[in-house]
């Protein structure tokens, strides 16, 4: 039977079949179609250029910061210097101002003097003396004025003609040109009749008194009662210019004073050494689109960023509140408001370079150090994969490439090791391969006779199990129907008893409904009267409302007798007559305040009606929901006396279900013996039939391996001829 086995086996392996030899890649070619290309995507990635990138990024986040925070910073000085800009602008209008109100306020003083008013009128031209007297005294009064304030330039008292005038500009006596001044105010009128108090110059007096024009850059003139001279105050141009100087936007800043008709009194901020831009009669702001803007716009100060000479500047103008038609205007380069923000660009931008610098420098150096080392690594990993295990692998350096190196030759002094022990095992494992195939052989015969004789044996033990298999297939099925119907009973009682439990909850939950509608009603109730209390405190307050109205009614009575009292006292009752009017604005603002109250009033009055009605028809909806809550609690009690008789009914069925069962029971349990008798029986023949059927299986298996193991130990054998080992 051995030999019959051998020969069957070897007709079925062809002759002359070797083991597949496997395909070992070459070191240093690519396995992809395209190696040109995977080359260029290597290099792309290489690990120089993401060391490179890696010190670029922080470079790269630094820049962003750089210009985040120029951005910024520009933006926030912008900010301050226009605010603290338009400050220092308001305060130079301011200081101007007080000037201006200090010289009205001095010119009105002389304006009212009964003595002046006298000499103009000629009351002393019949005494000498009384007029040397006057005339000397009122020169020193008006010095000291001048000498106050540093912008007055000169005061002057014209006269008519035969009446001497009385100015500081000069000692010497002249004729009175009342007359001739008064002409040249009308022509420079608009109407030829308006005469405003202030103007830009005075020719006829300059001429007469031998001025020069360009000392006085604005003039206050105001006539005396009944007309008889005219007081006027030069403003001076110097003193101006000073206050100019003493203002700092910035070198390359223009700065300067301007009326409302053009003319300009101009101050460039210039480093000492250096030319202006400004021309000589050249103007600046009058004339130009962003001064006729500020001139309309009601802001006393307003800044903006405007065009000028092709460049950018902030424009700052401040009004005059004396209405004196003056106004403080100025120019500021943006390059003097973002300096400081240029010179953080600039340190961002030499650190920003010396960073790239260096970053290359040290990557350079890094990247250097590792490609030498992975060269003469990756050399000897190359021969190692052609089969070479005698090479030992070198690193430069004392970085972690030593300690890669030192692994890497562990793991070729490994596999010389596991080749070496595997081509002794391969001999070994030969000379068992063919006891093996001896030994299958005896086993199959073995197995093929104990096979035939267990099938017999179960051809008998089949038909004996098919009765009894019958016999319990018949009383299962009566069994499974009773227990059919018992738990189909038992579910029917569980969902009695949840139902019963559920029906429970649900009343508690209607009867708590039912308490919250009557807390419900409660505060419905008391959101009603408290509604109801707001209507009448809304009539309060209509009466503090007609109160005020006649308050405002009898202050507007009385602001109308003191204009018409303000009236009649002429210039004296010029202050009082300001007060009346405010007192009048004021009790119209109150009278029309006090209506808006009385109107909105009668909106809350009206809303609050309306918001008791609908809390009243509230508690009505909550009352109807109450009732319907107790019918449901009703209801509900009804449901859970059905459920209990229901649940009476279940348990007798339960009961007799269960009486069943157990007759079923003891009928089962009889069949259930001879068939466990016949099925032991024949589940032990089965299982060494299977078992005979398995020791064949796997001695057929074992010859076949022995033969496929013979194959692959030739295989094996040229595989581990490609390495080398030994010298």
Not at 125 to 142: H, M, P, V, W, Y
Not at 284 to 308: P, Q
Not at 572 to 587: M, T, W
């Amino acid at each position: 039977m051995k030999t019959q086995i051998k020969e069957k086996e070897a007709r079925k392996r062809p002759a002359g079949r070797r083991p597949a030899q496997s395909k070992r890649p070459v070191p240093g070619k690519h396995s992809g179609p395209d190696g040109s290309a995977a080359s260029g995507t290597r290099r792309l990635f290489s690990l120089r250029n993401k060391i490179f990138v890696s010190f670029l990024l922080p470079i790269l986040f630094v820049v962003v910061i750089g210009i985040i925070s120029y951005n910024a910073a520009a933006g926030g000085l912008s900010e301050k210097f226009k605010d603290s800009s338009m400050q220092v602008s308001q305060m130079a209008m301011d200081y101007v101002d007080v000037s201006l109100a200090f010289i009205k306020g001095e010119a009105l003083q002389y304006m009212v003097d009964g003595g002046l008013v006298s000499y103009s009128l000629g009351s002393m031209e019949g005494d000498q003396i009384a007029k040397t007297n006057f005339l000397n005294d009122t020169r020193s009064g008006l010095v000291a004025i001048q000498h106050m304030n540093s912008m007055i330039h000169n005061i002057h008292i014209v006269t008519k003609k035969g009446i001497d005038m009385c100015s500081t500009s000069a000692a010497e006596r002249q004729d009175g040109i009342y007359e001739e001044y008064c002409a040249e105010i009308q022509a420079g009128s608009g109407d030829g009749r308006t005469i405003s108090q202030w103007a830009e110059g005075h020719e006829a007096l300059d001429g007469v008194l031998s001025l020069n024009a360009a000392d006085t850059f604005l003039v206050y003139q105001i006539p005396t009662n009944k007309k008889a001279a005219y007081i006027v105050v030069d403003i001076s141009s110097s003193a101006l210019y000073e206050r100019l100087g003493a203002i700092d936007f910035g070198e390359g800043s223009i700065c300067g004073f301007v009326t409302d008709s053009g003319k300009e009194l101009l101050y460039e901020n210039v480093k000492e050494g250096k030319t202006g831009s400004l021309v000589q009669g050249e103007s600046v702001f009058a004339g130009t689109d962003f001064f006729a803007d500020a001139l309309e716009n009601e802001e006393m100060c307003v800044a903006r960023k405007v065009r000028f000479r092709g460049a950018s500047y902030l424009y700052i103008h401040a009004k005059s509140g004396e209405g004196a038609g003056i106004n403080f205007c100025a120019l500021v380069p943006y390059g003097v408001i973002t300096g400081q923000a240029q010179k953080i660009k600039g340190v961002t931008v030499a650190v920003v370079i010396v960073a790239c610098i260096v970053a290359g420098l040290v990557g350079f150096g890094i990247t250097f150090g590792i490609q030498k080392n992975m060269k003469a690594i990756s050399l000897r990993f190359n021969q190692v994969a052609g089969g070479d295990l005698r090479t030992e692998v070198k690193a430069y350096g004392n970085d972690e490439f030593q300690d890669l190196a030192q692994v890497a030759n562990n793991m070729i002094r490994n596999n010389r090791n596991l080749v070496t022990g595997l081509y002794k095992t391969v001999q070994v494992l030969e000379q068992s391969t063919d006891q093996v195939d001896d030994a299958s052989g005896d086993i199959n015969t073995c197995s093929q006779d104990i096979t035939r004789a267990i099938n017999e044996i179960n051809v008998g033990m089949d038909k004996q199990a098919e009765h009894a298999q019958e016999c319990a297939a018949k009383t299962n099925t009566l069994s499974d129907r009773i227990k059919e119907v018992r738990g189909r009973a038992e579910h029917t009682r569980e969902l009695a008893d949840r139902t019963e439990r559920m029906i429970g909850q649900g009343a508690q939950i209607v009867e708590v409904l039912g308490d919250k509608a009557q807390e419900t009603w409660k505060v419905t109730r008391k959101v009603g009267d408290s509604i109801t209390q707001l209507q009448s405190e809304s009539q309060t307050i209509n009466e503090f409302v007609e109160t005020i109205s006649s308050i405002s009614k009898q202050t507007n009575l009385l602001s109308l007798n003191a204009s018409i009292e303000a009236a009649r006292a002429g210039t004296a009752g010029l202050g009082f007559a300001v007060v009346a009017s405010e007192i009048r604005k004021l009790a119209e603002d109150s009278n029309r305040a006090a209506g808006e109250i009385r109107n909105q009033v009668q909106m809350i009055t009206q809303y609050t009606e309306q918001t008791v009605k609908d809390a009243d028809y509230a508690q009505e909806i909550v009352q109807m929901q109450e009732k319907a809550v107790r019918q449901v609690i009703d209801v509900f009690g009804g449901m859970s006396g059905q459920i209990t008789e229901l649940l009476s009914e279940l348990k007798q069925i339960a009961e007799g279900t269960e009486a069943a069962d157990r007759e079923r029971s003891d009928t089962i349990d009889a069949v259930e013996n001879i068939s466990a008798i016949i099925e032991e029986t024949a589940s032990s023949a089965q299982t060494v039939h299977k078992m005979a059927e398995k020791l064949l299986h796997s001695a057929e298996k074992l010859d076949r391996i022995s033969h496929a193991l013979s194959d692959n130990m030739d295989g094996l054998k040229t595989e581990i001829s490609a390495f080398k080992v030994g010298e």
